[in-house]
């Protein structure tokens, strides 16, 4: 089973697939074609890239890992969908040592901006990456969802540090190299000229309540997916939300 048809998973990613699913959808009706071709830059183990290629689209995988590459291959063979997802190894840096530039009708940078040295830059060639006409699907670690976090763990000195830290980290032990607002990220992709469409937060609450509940309560996942799915949206979520997902499209 895919990853995002799990229910405990699809807490994590249930609403960046809901807005993904609807784009690709509008951008294949735009396009006048079913098969979409896809970047997704820093894509992993195929999180994304193999659920997109089961709607029919041809996926390429930019990634450094070659760990990761490998499960990949073996992901997307088990899903019936090899002959539509191609691995390269490459990072968001030199990306058009690897692709093409403005082969593509969507790009997908989903937890890669927190990685890379420079997140402008990173932003800057996901966009160079689009057809004249394409959509870019954003996600990256959100800083009030980190703040929260260690608040509510009783780490107070850490949640503070990380309010103030330039990178949103809250020590030398963060794994997390970067965290960013909502307007950080907006004014990233606004800055390369494309339209900012929508911004969700997501897992807004999801890292926040006891896994017992989650797991025990009958039907406590599918009412935690709807009320992640209806806080999404509000601005004032935004804040506090483990990760932020923009949409953005240049038609
Ligand atoms: C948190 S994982 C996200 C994977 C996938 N995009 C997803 O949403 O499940 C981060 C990925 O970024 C990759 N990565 C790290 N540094 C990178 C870079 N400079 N350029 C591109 N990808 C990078 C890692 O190898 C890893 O697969």
Known sequence: ???L????????TAVVWEVLKDA???????AGRDALDVLDTGG??????VPVARL????TVVDPSPNALFALERRAAEAGVAD???GVQGDARGLFDVVERGGYDTVLCHGVLEYVDDPAEGVRNAVDALR???TLSLLAAGLGGAVLARALAGHFTEARRALTDPAGRWGEGDPMPRRFTADQLTDLVSATGLQVGSVHGVRIFADLVPGVLVDTEPGAVDALL?????AAEQPAFHSVATQLHVLAERD
């Open 5 to 12: 048809l799990r229910p405990r998973a699809s807490l994590r």
């Open 44 to 49: 992993g183990t195929g999180n994304f890239a």
């Open 24 to 30: 690709l959808e509008r951008r294949g009706k735009a």
């Open 56 to 59: 029919g689209h041809r996926v």
């Open 226 to 230: 709807k009320l992640e799915a209806a």
């Open 1 to 3: 089973m895919s990853d």
């Open 132 to 134: 004249p006409a394409g």
């Open 84 to 86: 539509r997802v191609r």
